[in-house]
């Protein structure tokens, strides 16, 4: 066995040999290029540079900063619409590799482009609307300066709120946003849609406590406990705690 290992070996690696001179690409190359760098395939040093890696400096000699999202690398304008990538020039860390990567060998689990807004300049903070278009929705429309209410910076889906300010989503009332605030406008809603909820029955309760401003349901009530109302309005002497929640 001993004997044939030797042969073998300088077959391999005159095999090795021949494809790095012929072909070098498979060798050392973890994949093919993007379509719009195709015709950088055989000049590795383009964007690499030897026992360093890729070079940001080298990629931002075609893709200038201030122009990403405003023109192609030929200087031809983006009509595209919608799209809002003139963040690059406010990143504190311009290494392009952080979010991009153009084989698809080693590399096929960033298929998506990883970004991490704490690379963002502090002062973007908040500032959603630089980067993202601004919902135009009933729902959104009182809101759209507000992103983090309901958005956080992990994932934009699935939105989430704390609802208990307001009142207190227990058990009985994770319902969909639209069964108490009608149209999806939520500076408004309604109690009065569910089970023993009625208008003449919730007036005639409320009268019989000497309380006339029964409608704003939430001056009293914050949660499903109909006891912590009442000790909520008497309190204070018939005056709720926090009145101004509702609005």
Not at 222 to 233: F, G, H, I, P, S
Request: charged share 25%; proline share 6%; net charge neutral.
């Amino acid at each position: 066995m001993k004997r044939f290992a030797k042969p073998l070996l300088l077959v391999i690696l005159s095999i090795i040999a021949i494809f790095t001179v012929t072909d070098p690409r498979p060798m050392i190359s973890p994949g093919s290029l993007i379509p719009g760098h195709a015709p950088l395939e055989r000049d590795c040093f383009a964007c690499h540079e030897p026992f360093l890696g890729t070079s940001s400096a080298r990629c931002i000699t075609c893709h200038k900063i201030d122009a990403i999202g405003i023109t192609n690398t030929k200087g031809v304008v983006i009509t595209k619409k919608g799209t809002k990538t003139r963040f690059h020039h406010q990143l504190t860390d311009n290494t392009c590799t952080a979010c991009h990567s153009d084989h698809a060998g080693v590399a096929r689990y960033r298929t998506k482009v990883q970004f991490s807004h704490g690379a963002l300049d502090t002062a973007l903070a908040g500032q959603c609307s630089q980067c993202h278009q601004p919902p135009d929705d009933a729902l959104h429309r009182p809101s759209v300066k507000q992103c983090s209410l309901c958005h956080g910076q992990g994932q934009w889906k699935p939105a989430s709120l704390d609802h208990k300010p307001w009142f207190e989503l227990d058990k009985d009332h994770h319902v969909p946003c639209n069964r108490c605030h009608l149209e999806n406008n939520y500076k408004t809603y309604t109690c009065t849609d569910c089970h023993e909820h009625s208008a003449d029955k919730i007036r005639q309760e409320h009268i019989e406590e000497g309380i006339h401003d029964y409608e704003r349901c939430v001056r009293c009530h914050r949660n499903a406990n109909e006891d912590d109302a009442k000790r909520r309005w008497h309190s204070e002497g018939g005056k709720p705690k926090h009145e101004d929640e509702d609005d």
